[in-house]
Every structure is written in C-alpha cells, then in structure tokens.
C-alpha cells in the first residue's frame, strides 16, 4: 500500500478515498449513516472535516506528523478522565486519525462573553490535571511531548540553534538582538525551571492553548475541553498564560486587572490543599514566564510540514520566544 505523507497528501484523490472509507465504516459500526458531501477546513497541522449523518454531525481530524500523537491522546483522555473530553468514535493512532462526535456550541458560541464562566471552567480543567498527573510519563511514553521544567533549558538551547524555526536570516524573524539576550537568560531561565521542579506540584497535561473556542459547553455537565494538538506534559500552571490573555483580549481587560487575578486564583485553589496561597502564585508567574518557550515548541511542531502555507504562521515561532521577556497577564 502507498503511504500519502501528510499534508500535501490531503488534496491527494487517494487520501481521501481511504479516509472517507474509514469514517464512514466506523460510523457505521455504531449505527450512523453519512448522508451529504463532508465539509474541510484545511491548516498545515491538521485537516477537520464537518461529517454530516444521520445523526447530526461528526467531526473527522487528521494531524500532521508534528501533532499526530493527539490521536492517543484523546483515547487517553477519554479513558481517564470521563466526560471532560469527547469520547473518541474512533481513532487510528499511527495516523494521527479521530472521528468525534458533535460537542455542541462552544463557549466563544455564546452571546455574551462572561469572565465569571471561567471560574468553573478552570476549577474542572484543573481537576483534569490532577486526574491524569499520576500517569505523566505514560503520556511521554505514548508519544505527548515531553516539556516538564527539567528538559525545558535543554528544549530552549536546542531551538535557539534552529535557524530556520526562528527565521533568523528571514524578515520576520526573531532579531540578532534578541537572539543573543535570550542565549545570555539560558543560566537564568534553567535556574527558574530548577525552581518549577523543585517547587513540588507534579507535572501533568498542558493543554497549552485553552482559550474560549476549545471548550464546549454542556448544561448538564459542565465542560469538555478539546483540540489538544498543541498538549504536552508541563508543569500545569503554564495554563494560564494564554488562558488570562485570551479572556483579557475578549473582555478588553488590562494585564493585573482584578478580574484576571481572580481567575488565576480559582485555577489555583484545587492546589491550596498542599501549598499555600503566596506560594502557589509566585509559581504561576514562573510557569506562564516559562510557558512562552512551550508555545514556540509546540508551533515548531505544528509547522513541522512542507506545505507551502507554513508560511503564513511561521513567525509565531520567534514571536512566542520573544514574549519570554514581555509582560504577564497578572
């Protein structure tokens, strides 16, 4: 059998024919019919098709090779931690297959932005964490990158020797000036990371892009959280960094606003029951300060493709990495 390496082979007639043939005789195993054309949203990490049946619909995603392991993931997910994510219909992990079922509306869908619905959300996403903590090198072993505080300095080195990540000879790129200020923190940022190890919260899953539009919303049962493409297994706190700045973007709050201070502090009071209060945020500033090189990592992934529209997202990259020395959002 010809393997089609992805993405280019998306667009291939073959491709597809194999994976129409594998969502429609999984859904067939549990009862639902395909009834119209499938509808694609196509980005270098990963191709989502809208599958519609008789049922409603299902929702069909291939990753990359730099995001396949979420295939596992997910299984995983659903496995240990019931009813915070959607139960996979099926997943092909050697593919970086999945095929899901509809979430419902998410909560960017509802009508009013509302800082105080993240109280809860973070309280459940928080509990998740601490579910699955306990089997964190499982994770690794399964293939979820591994971006705990003691490999990240190591992790940060190795990408400051990536040129063509950083588009250090590209416009748009990370600046010599920059580059060589970052090289100058690597003692101070292995010296904040030894701190976050040593700190005594376990490392766990790291959602790493928990915004709004990756949360479904389900009255009856609180929250499932989705699209994990962009997980590892970090300290937990590096949540919050793009958490607070997307509800500070999508509620035009300034960075320490109290509201933002209040959410960093209802993620945090699950951990009250071993640490206190002081000591709990001084480790949430250095885990967003140092989550900003986990971002860049996980674009570096997400980026890891020949596909010509890379492009288009390749400076986020030195972008992320230049934010390790920008302003916290509490």
């Not at 959602?207 to 997980?231: E, K, M, Q, S």
Request: net charge negative.
């Amino acid at each position: 059998m010809t393997t089609i390496s992805a993405p280019a082979g998306w667009a291939d007639p073959q491709w597809r024919t194999t994976a129409l043939d594998w969502v429609a005789g999984h859904l067939d195993r549990h009862g639902r019919r395909v009834t119209g054309p499938v509808e694609a949203r196509v980005r270098p990490w990963s191709l989502v098709w809208q599958v519609p049946t008789d049922a409603g619909p299902y929702w069909f995603k291939a990753n990359n090779p730099g995001t396949r392991y979420e295939a596992v993931l997910l299984a995983e997910l659903a496995r240990r931690t019931p009813g915070r994510v959607l139960d996979p219909v099926a997943v092909d992990t050697g593919r970086g297959w999945s095929l899901l079922p509809d979430g419902g509306p998410s909560l960017r869908d509802l009508p009013e932005p509302d800082p105080g619905r993240w109280e809860g959300v973070l309280a459940e996403y928080a509990d998740l964490q601490r579910a699955v903590a306990g089997g964190a090198g499982e994770l690794v072993a399964l293939g979820v990158p591994d971006q705990r505080p003691e490999v990240l300095p190591a992790l940060l080195a190795g990408l400051l020797d990536d040129r063509a990540a950083l588009l250090l000879d590209a416009e748009g790129g990370l600046d010599p000036a920059t580059h060589a200020r970052l090289r100058e923190h690597l003692p101070r940022f292995a010296e904040d990371c030894r701190r976050l190890a040593a700190g005594g919260v376990p490392a766990t899953l790291q959602h790493d892009d928990l915004h709004d539009g990756n949360i479904f919303v389900t009255p009856a049962d609180g929250y499932r959280f989705f699209d994990w493409g962009d997980a590892s297994v970090a300290h937990p706190f590096g949540t919050l960094l793009v958490t607070l700045r997307s509800v500070a973007h999508t509620c035009s709050l300034p960075g320490g606003d109290p509201v933002l201070l209040r959410l960093r502090d209802a993620y945090l009071e699950p951990w009250t029951d071993r640490h206190d209060r002081a000591t709990l945020r001084e480790v949430a500033g250095l885990a967003m300060r140092v989550a900003t090189v986990s971002r860049a990592l996980s674009w570096r992934r997400a980026l890891d493709t020949t596909d010509p529209g890379r492009a288009e997202y390749a400076e986020a990259v030195p972008g992320w990495l230049g934010e390790l020395f920008a302003p916290l959002p509490v």
